[in-house]
C-alpha cells in the first residue's frame, strides 16, 4: 500500500488542534504603536469632531477583553480606547509654532 502525502491544510489544521490541546499556540505579538506614552495625539470623536489629548497606555484590555491600540486621557476630561492605529482615529497633534522666523501663509 502507497501512502498519500496529507494535504498542507489538513496538517495545518491538524497541528492547531494539537496546539489547542497543549496550550502551547500563542497570537502572535502586536505590532508596534505609532505613538508613545506620552505623546500628544488627536482622537476621531464621530460627531464630536477630534479632541486632544495624550496617550496614557499602549496596547490596553477594553472591558471585552480585546486589546486596543491606544488608551487617550482627552484634555477635556475622561479616556477614550482607539480601536484602530490609524489615521482617521487618531492621529499626531499639528503644533503651528508662531514668532520669531516664523511667517503665516494663506491657503
Sequence with gaps: AEIQPRSSRETASRQLRHSARTDSFHAPPPPPPRFEVGRRVECNGGQLGWRAGVVCEVWPEA???VRMPYRVELDGGGTALIPHDEDLGIRA???VEWGAGHE????
Excluded at 104 to 107: E, G, I, M, S, Y
Design 63 to 65: 472591558p471585552s477583553g
Design 93 to 95: 497633534v499639528h503644533v
Design 104 to 107: 503665516a501663509w494663506d491657503d
